[in-house]
């Protein structure tokens, strides 16, 4: 058990690492037509086409005011989550929570496998999205 644990820590560690992150203009095209596992497709999952410019300017003001009143908690919090790629935090999580013992199931190389089943299908949603709408990701 704690083996497996470990190649598995190991192995997140490794992919989150920036070397292994596909530099700007390398992003697969056809990645949001992958096979999904859980959702059906790619296109399951919409978003609103962007608002206007008058709109995005009052929306980001609002986020900057918002932003201001954040205290240290929250500072930290941002801090804790923006700290690689989105993937990075939820398979340390669960790999934290695996080497303090904390119980999570009795086979717990499945939650590792469903989380990852579900971050690959968001991103090829995401991916789907991205590419349907013409808009640069945020990068």
């Given at each position: 058990m704690k083996t497996v644990v470990m190649v598995i820590l190991i192995a997140s560690l490794v992919l989150a690492h920036p070397r292994h992150?596909?530099?700007?203009g390398q992003v697969e095209p056809n990645a949001g037509n992958w096979k999904t596992w859980v959702i059906s497709s790619g296109r399951d999952y919409r978003v609103p086409p962007p608002p206007n410019?008058?709109?995005?300017?009052?929306?980001?003001?609002?986020?900057?005011d918002l932003i201001s009143h954040n205290d240290a908690q929250a500072r930290q919090q941002i801090t804790f989550w923006d700290s690689g790629a989105p993937?990075?935090?939820?398979i340390d999580l669960?790999?934290?929570r695996l080497l303090a013992g904390t119980?999570?199931?009795q086979y717990p190389h499945r939650v590792y496998t469903y989380m990852a089943i579900a971050m690959y299908d968001a991103?090829?949603?995401a991916c789907h999205e991205e590419h349907r709408s013409g808009q640069q990701p945020l990068r």
């Open positions: 992150s596909p530099a700007a410019p008058a709109e995005t300017w009052s929306e980001l003001r609002s986020l900057e993937t990075y935090r939820w669960i790999t934290s119980a999570t199931t991103t090829i949603a």
